[in-house]
């Protein structure tokens, strides 16, 4: 391939590409003939990995990758360790549970022994509010009722008009 050509079909396939603008240019290699590869518009992905060396080394044409490792064997020591970690903080869990159902019987206990004198203290208070109803004091909601000494467009608030 010449020159030539080569720099024409470099212009050729940047003239596909529109995402800058209708007569945006840019450079890509060559496509060989019969690549499996797939065609991508403006440029071709790359791929680098690093060899025994420490080099970075081009790896040409990838379309796609998938990365496979292998992890490393743990440490016996470590194992037994975070096995005994594991447990005790299973324990700890455990202790956590047994002493909030102590403390849940507690409180179920103290709010039964406590029911009765609530239950008094509710009677005491619908017989104070059923009297309040009986003097026209509030509703059968319990909202209070506004003063009969002024017409209901008047401010509840202060003394009322003189007429």
């Known amino acids: 391939m010449t020159s030539t050509s080569h720099i024409l079909e470099q212009i050729d396939g ?10 945006a240019m840019r450079s890509q290699p060559p496509r060989e003939e019969g690549s499996s590869g797939i065609p991508f518009q ?6 680098y990995i690093e060899d025994e060396a420490g080099e970075w080394q081009e790896v040409g044409r990838v379309s796609s990758s998938a990365l496979h490792f292998e992890p490393p064997e743990i440490d016996p020591e470590f194992a037994r360790t975070w096995a005994r970690f594991r447990e005790s903080v299973h324990q700890a869990q455990i ?27 509710v009677r005491a208070v619908d017989a104070v509010m059923q009297a309040a109803q009986k ?12 003063p009969r000494d002024r017409p209901a467009w008047q401010s509840p608030y202060g003394p009322p008009r003189r007429r």
Request: glycine content about 6%.
């Open 95 to 121: 202790a956590r549970a047994r002493q909030a159902s102590e403390l849940f019987e507690v409180i179920a206990e103290t709010l039964r022994r406590m029911a009765p004198a609530v239950e008094e203290d």
């Open 42 to 47: 403006g440029f071709t992905p790359a791929l």
């Open 14 to 23: 940047a003239l596909e590409d529109w995402t800058v603008s209708e007569d």
């Open 135 to 146: 003097a026209g004091l509030c509703d059968d909601r319990g909202k209070p009722l506004r």
